[in-house]
């Protein structure tokens, strides 16, 4: 167990006048001040080319937890925050620059965590700075925000060149979708559980659905997003992460060298989709105008900035196997997009029909049991069976119904923590559980480049779809040709 000045540090955020800061960390940082979870010296020093004050800093961030934390300030919260708060002007490409920092960081030196909440061609120059005057010691780590490349080949560069100032144990790359309550209580679900531990194989699963859908469009960054793709953004990071955790065997402890492991194997065990079996297994689409809540919503080679021969999937669909003993013959559907009807993500499994031949006509009409597992919103499980309709019928009716667990009626004395402030908190006692490993990322790369590279070879067909619908006809057909259809998600 750590010691109390051990756990004690300094948070720098290079990227500090950005989204990702202003949104969702500065939000954390404040609940977790709430919360008692930020220890007594521990400072928060924000790192960007603005010229901006002490003051001015802690003005901007008071505005961003005015506008994210949709809460009301405390006021002796507040007060304790705000001196946490320190600026630093660094243009990260100077690096003499780095010696401001020095300045602020050693007047009171302790272990520091970087958060690298930058895009990711900053990595290296970010790190030659902290080398120079030596923050990057034994016991200072390093968050790296998503992506880790865009590639096989660029990932290795990245995690190569941060591996020169950091040891693995030191570096904590973030995937928020990982410190959501409802990914942690996956592993609760399937190991803890004897009524699903015993059935969570080929032997009684049908199939799986993961889907992650996106109401949003681009957000004004068309020229980042045409560069990543929905794939890449999207798929090689999140979904394959969710998948691992739904596939993995049982690791012996919950340490993150364990967890790693069996997430790994799922990795490895990928099926490879190539030219052979692109067009097969895979859809990819473009959103073209639509409506979405009824509101007319431009497409996306209409966007401000766009290209209009864009080629660039903002949808997309996966049919997935698992070549291993345990998932041999259960595919797993992926899908995610852009300006879909609704934000909304979703884990279904389908367990296999009854083999009962006496009934055989009549277990035909019976749709399969199901657990939905609802990420967000409305976090909280579904379990869908068989029930006999109630009444004096001589026939024999029966009818689906829904077992519901909602977390905000099941757990109304607890709070549903924000993702990010999990994995600050984590991060803080050196706890890497939640994080994502080297060799995770560069499977999950190797598997994506063979599609990518598949994609642009065969020349794959770009299907549009409306803005406001479920994505292409396509994806449908999909799942149809293996005579099954996607949940329907109800707004």
Not at 446 to 470: C, E, F, P, Q, R
């Amino acid at each position: 167990m750590l010691s109390q000045k051990k756990l004690t540090y300094d948070l720098v955020i290079f990227g500090a006048k950005g989204d990702l800061a202003r949104r969702k960390l500065i939000p954390a940082l404040y609940q977790l001040e709430i919360s008692n979870k930020l220890y007594e010296d521990t400072r928060i020093i924000g790192v960007g080319r603005a010229e901006w004050s002490k003051n001015d800093y802690q003005k901007i961030v008071k505005n961003s937890i005015k506008k994210f934390f949709n809460k009301k300030i405390i006021k002796k919260i507040w007060k304790k925050f705000k001196l946490r708060l320190y600026f630093c002007n660094i243009d990260v490409n100077k690096i003499l620059d780095f010696y401001k920092l020095k300045k602020i960081l050693l007047n009171k030196r302790k272990r520091i965590i970087h958060y690298f909440a930058m895009p990711q061609n900053t990595f290296g120059e970010i790190c030659k700075g902290l080398g120079k005057y030596h923050f990057n010691s034994f016991q200072d780590q390093v968050i790296l925000e998503k992506p880790i490349g865009n590639s096989l080949k660029t990932s290795k560069k990245i995690n190569n060149t941060v591996g020169k100032y950091f040891s693995e144990k030191k570096i904590f790359r973030i995937d928020h979708y990982l410190g959501k309550e409802t990914v942690l209580n996956l592993i609760a679900l399937k190991f803890y559980n004897s009524i699903f531990f015993n059935n969570w194989n080929n032997k009684t699963v049908d199939h799986v659905q993961i889907t992650v859908a996106e109401e949003v469009g681009i957000e004004g960054r068309w020229g980042y997003f045409d560069k990543t793709g929905q794939t890449r953004d999207m798929i090689q990071n999140h979904l394959l992460q969710i998948l691992s955790i739904i596939a993995m065997s049982p690791p012996s402890n919950l340490k993150a060298k364990n967890i790693r492991k069996e997430k790994l194997k799922i990795l490895k065990s990928l099926r490879k989709i190539d030219s052979k079996n692109i067009d097969n297994c895979t859809v990819r689409g473009q959103y073209t105008s639509g409506l979405l809540k009824n509101i007319k919503i431009p497409g996306y080679i209409d966007e401000i900035g766009a290209v209009k021969k864009s080629n660039t999937e903002t949808f997309v669909a996966i049919k997935v196997n698992i070549d291993n003993i345990q998932w041999n013959g259960v595919p797993f559907y992926l899908r995610t997009g852009k300006r879909l009807p609704t934000k909304h993500s979703e884990i279904v499994i389908y367990f296999k029909p009854i083999n009962y031949e006496r009934n055989k006509n009549f277990i035909k009409k019976i749709p399969l049991n199901k657990i939905v597992i609802r990420l967000q919103p409305n976090e909280g499980i579904d379990i869908f069976i068989m029930n006999k309709i109630p009444g004096l019928d001589s026939n024999y009716q029966l009818k689906e119904i829904k077992l519901n667990f909602d977390y905000k009626k099941s757990f109304k004395n607890f709070r549903l923590c924000d993702s990010y402030e999990r994995l600050l908190l984590e991060c803080s006692l050196g706890i890497q559980s939640l994080f994502v490993g080297r060799e995770e990322i560069e499977e999950s790369w190797k598997w994506i480049d063979s599609i990518l590279h598949s994609w642009k070879t065969n020349k794959s067909k770009l299907v549009l779809y409306n803005a406001g619908t479920w994505g292409p006809e396509s994806s449908k057909t999909l799942l149809k040709k293996d005579k099954r259809n996607w949940n329907k998600i109800i707004i």
